[in-house]
């Protein structure tokens, strides 16, 4: 039998009657055709899962009791920041689901001179709502308890004036140095360019906020590839992505 996995925002504790929210509702209603007596699983990002049953159906909400606190995670011993340009189309919701899927710790959509895109006001807070949709759904897939920050779209220089990790990396396809080869880290910033690359001018900048130019092997890899190679490598170098 399935057994779904579905985020709330609501607080959540052991035995207790919760009414889902509309969205999650109409999911389990109209999508998955759930019924009374039927398992699921609920988290709100906090930590820990809870079995759940499903007690009642509406039209509208779905009303299920929860069992006791299962503390179990998933999450990487390694933070892993990640500043991406801004790109066309779908690219960014690939981007966000993919990245939650790795393990992120933080996502940031940068404006960057060759990113293409302008985002402000309305038009931006409908896309951060969007790609936080995202990265509840690939939660509630990938099996992790606690979102990624999925933050606003801002600057690049922004986002490297604020950013703090004990490594950074700035991936540049004419990068020559092994910067990968020093000691591990616990908390990493990767920062990835758009289509067309950083200009001269963002690498320098990045570089003088202390970011170390990183390349991924001798090819060209595209602005959605990327970041997701450099992801699991630095997973499997330092944080949890090893074979079982």
Not at 91 to 104: C, H, N, P
Not at 180 to 194: I, M, N
Not at 226 to 241: E, K, N, R, V, Y
């Amino acid at each position: 039998m399935r057994n779904p996995r579905i985020y709330t925002r609501q607080v959540l504790d052991n035995n207790a009657i919760i009414e889902l929210e509309p969205e999650p509702s109409r999911h389990l209603a109209k999508a998955l055709r759930i019924q009374v007596g039927d398992p699921l699983t609920l988290f709100n990002g906090h930590g820990g899962e809870y079995p759940a049953e499903v007690t009642a159906l509406g039209k509208k909400n779905v009303q299920v009791r929860t069992g006791s606190l299962h503390p179990q995670e998933c999450e990487s011993g390694l933070d892993i920041h990640l500043g991406i340009a801004l790109s066309r189309g779908d690219r960014m919701d690939w981007i966000v689901q993919k990245a939650t899927e790795l393990g992120v710790t933080s996502l940031a959509p940068l404006a960057t001179e060759r990113s293409g895109v302008t985002l402000s006001g309305e038009r931006a807070q409908r896309k951060l709502r969007h790609w936080q949709q995202v990265a509840i759904s690939a939660c509630e897939q990938c099996g992790r308890n606690r979102l990624p920050t999925i933050q606003a779209p801002q600057a690049i220089g922004t986002w490297l004036a604020g950013t703090e990790a004990e490594r950074k990396f700035v991936l540049h396809h004419r990068a020559t140095d092994n910067a990968l080869s020093s000691p591990a880290a616990d908390t990493v910033a990767l920062l990835v360019g758009p289509e067309g690359g950083l200009t001269s001018e963002e690498i320098r900048a990045a570089e003088n906020s202390g970011y170390t130019a990183l390349r991924l092997g001798p090819r060209v890899l595209r602005t959605e590839t990327a970041p997701l190679a450099a992801i699991a490598i630095l997973q499997a170098l330092w944080g949890d992505m090893t074979p079982a």
